[in-house]
């Protein structure tokens, strides 16, 4: 069989890592990406001096994570600062920082619940669940919790972990996904700071790939994704001197959302039902609150980690790229600051006044900070350009009922995964699906 031409759409992180796998197995690709940036939500913007993030800050580098394996299928440098444990968790009575040497979530659970022995109890709930009976879909993470405490404060401690994290809530968010991530991929994970910003990360990444024979092509919008009797023909884009094209093509792995994906094959009709029906199932994006500032000093001292909060309404994370890989993100005497917020209800998410509660939730963990920050960015992750295309455990599966058609990104993630590790799986994912029906092409 002769080797497929591929194109990819979108250079987020699932389009970049499918498009990775697929070049070091001597695949023939070409990813398309509207915008003159690789990276999607895991990129940066340059702020007058200082690098703001578009999404992503905690990105996944230990060995077992899809990201890394995609440089490394490249021999390409994952160029990071590991971060893994430094968390600080604050608390409506306190804070809690992970210890170095492990026991975190004992140790999060009984100062959480500030009673040791109702927390053993817990703990052997939660043991159970990760070793020997994996809870069904059918109630959530709340649910869960209710049937084995009364305790608020460790419900509040998940509410915020999970919302850190995952975006949603514990009343949204089943039990049974919970733990699957608990379980396969919490522990053990490493994961850092792009020691230069995602945007430079990415573009690594991509240098990789055009040193083993992949192209992107930058300024090249889609158009439509032609199709012929159920298998892909081609795609019609306007290419970056603004002229249109059809491209002849075999294969087309979109990182532009199922959504989005659909449109751009005709609409609905042209896909059959229980995929449609799918399509209209917990379908809502997951919007996230982003406020990045720079201040004269660390909002926090002498902390290089990640704080996650169980103590507001949509105030959820908070980090200090610079204090972190100091000189890259800042000046020296600035430090740029990361914060978000998420919304109670995801599906019902009033996002003007949520986003101005996180803003005054900064300021009520850390008075002063409206008088002496310079905020660089005050943004609304929601509709076309949310945090999740989906919510965790809800997603569309990355193969269509297109022949050739295969989708990825965190709104076509499997089950157990989340966030930019989700949308990574999800790409090779596609390349495996798509290696095991063309046959490898070379060795990687």
């Known amino acids: 069989m002769n080797s497929p031409k591929i194109i990819v759409l979108g250079a987020g992180i699932g389009g970049l890592c499918s498009a990775s796998y697929l070049v070091a197995q001597g695949f023939d690709v070409t990813v398309l990406e509207k915008s003159p940036y690789p990276g999607g ?9 200082y690098i703001v993030t578009t999404g992503a800050m905690m990105i996944p580098m230990g060995a077992s994570s899809a990201i890394r394996q995609a440089f490394d299928a490249l ?8 971060v893994t ?3 600080r968790y604050r608390m409506p009575h306190g804070d809690y920082d992970l210890p170095p040497g492990g026991g975190g979530l004992a140790g999060m659970v009984t100062f959480a619940m500030q009673d040791e022995a109702e927390a053993s109890k817990l703990l052997r709930h939660i043991k159970t669940a990760l070793f020997d009976w994996l809870p069904l879909d059918n109630i959530t993470l ?18 915020g972990y999970c919302s850190a994290l995952m975006g949603v809530r514990t009343h949204e968010l089943s039990a049974h996904d919970f733990f699957l991530f608990l379980k396969y991929s919490s522990k053990g994970t490493r994961f850092g700071l792009a020691r230069r910003g995602n945007l430079a990360l990415m573009s690594d990444l991509v240098a990789g790939m055009e040193r083993r024979g992949g192209k992107v092509l930058f300024h090249t919008v889609c158009k439509s994704i032609e199709h012929r009797n159920g298998q892909v023909t081609g795609v019609r884009v306007k290419n970056a001197v603004g002229d249109e094209e059809l491209i002849q093509i075999d294969i087309v792995v979109s990182n532009l959302g199922p959504d989005a994906t659909v449109g751009f094959c005709g609409g609905e009709s042209v896909f059959e039902r229980s995929y449609v029906e799918q399509l209209h199932t917990d379908a809502t994006p997951v919007p996230i609150y982003h406020v990045a500032f720079v201040m004269d000093r660390p909002l926090v001292p002498n902390f290089e980690g990640c704080m996650v909060f169980s ?5 959820i994370y908070l980090e200090i790229p610079s204090a972190i890989s100091p000189g890259q993100y800042s000046p020296e005497g600035k430090y740029v600051h990361t914060a978000y917020g ?9 996002l003007d006044e949520d986003l101005q509660r996180t803003i005054d939730e900064l300021e009520a963990n850390f008075p002063g900070f409206k008088y002496e920050a310079e905020i660089l960015v005050k943004a609304k992750f929601s509709g076309k350009y949310p945090a999740g295309r989906r919510a965790v455990g809800r997603c569309m599966p990355v193969n269509t009922p297109i022949r050739g058609l295969y989708m990825v990104g965190d709104g076509n993630a499997p089950k157990g995964k989340i966030g930019t590790e989700s949308a990574a799986v999800s790409g090779k994912i596609a390349a495996d699906q798509i290696a095991q029906r063309y046959g490898r092409v070379a060795s990687a």
């Open 142 to 159: 709340r649910e869960w919790f209710d049937q084995y405490t009364d305790n608020e404060g460790v419900k509040q401690l998940f509410d």
């Open 41 to 49: 939500r895991c990129s940066h913007r340059q702020h007058g001096d």
């Open 311 to 315: 103590n507001n309404r949509n105030l």
């Open 85 to 87: 444990g430094r968390m």
């Open 75 to 82: 021999n390409v440098e994952m160029d990071m600062v590991d």
């Open 342 to 350: 998420a919304p109670q209800n995801y599906e019902d998410a009033n």
